[in-house]
């Protein structure tokens, strides 16, 4: 699995294309290391594997957030009462910067 086959949850996202931007640069690696004797073949099923678990999880929950309008706006809510969860959860979604109440750009 690499390139466009390297597979994405939700198109909304665009994520996929990066996906298979960055899985095929590492297949390419692999390959490399493969006809030098440094890496076997069966060892980039687990590469990929460990590629894609995260950001896989990461676009699964963001959907299901999207589809599910009263759970998303209960996990705002709660944002709001445990600021420092949220700018965790945030971080580990790829949030780089939130918009202020004000309409103004927060980082």
Do not use: K, N
């Not at 949850?9 to 665009?14: K, R």
């Not at 990066?18 to 390959?31: K, Q, R, Y």
């Not at 896989?56 to 709660?78: I, Y």
């Amino acid at each position: 699995m690499a390139g466009d086959a390297f597979g994405y949850v939700e198109p909304f996202t665009g994520e996929g294309i990066g996906w298979a931007l960055a899985s095929g640069i590492a297949a390419a690696d692999h390959a490399q290391r493969v006809l030098c004797g440094g890496a076997a073949v069966r060892a980039w099923e687990r590469t990929a594997r460990r590629m894609s678990a995260w950001p896989h999880a990461r676009c699964a929950s963001m959907a299901l957030l999207v589809r599910a309008p009263r759970v998303l706006a209960a996990v705002l809510r709660a944002g709001q009462y445990a600021p420092m969860v949220a700018a965790r959860m945030g971080r580990a979604w790829g949030v780089q910067r939130t918009l202020s109440m004000d309409g103004g750009v927060a980082r």
